[in-house]
Nanobody
């Protein structure tokens, strides 16, 4: 059973930064890792992804240029650095994963494993 544990959420003012972490119970080099977010009353949507090999990344248009995704293969951890945060970034952020080395899917249905989520709140 794969376990994903997120941390790093919190309350921040618009323009600020947060770094989310996702610790995985399996080796991340064999796993595509992604981040999704869900605001109240909305569908869970794709934010960013990094392939198992680390060579491919993809971002939602709404976060391009503001968010980066990196991975620490030794620590089996993936990070989402969120800069220039906006109130519309407020949501619960979920870490997700599926077994692959080269994939970088943005489709929620491709992800088999999910964390419990961490709240990010951006005030204006």
């Amino acid at each position: 059973q794969v376990q994903l544990v997120e941390s790093g959420g919190g309350l921040v003012q618009a323009g600020g930064s947060l770094r989310l972490s996702c610790s995985a119970s399996i080796r991340t080099f064999s796993t595509t890792m992604g981040w999704f977010c869900q605001a109240p009353g909305k569908e869970r949507e794709f934010v960013a992804v990094v392939s198992g090999s680390g060579t491919a990344t993809n971002f939602a248009d709404s976060v391009k240029g503001r968010f980066t995704i990196t991975r620490d293969k030794i620590a089996n951890t993936v990070y989402l650095q969120m800069n220039s945060l906006k109130p519309e970034d407020t949501a619960v952020y979920y870490c997700a994963a599926y077994i692959s080395t080269g994939g970088s899917s943005s489709l929620r249905s491709d992800y088999r494993y999910w964390g419990q989520g961490t709240q990010v709140t951006v005030t204006s």
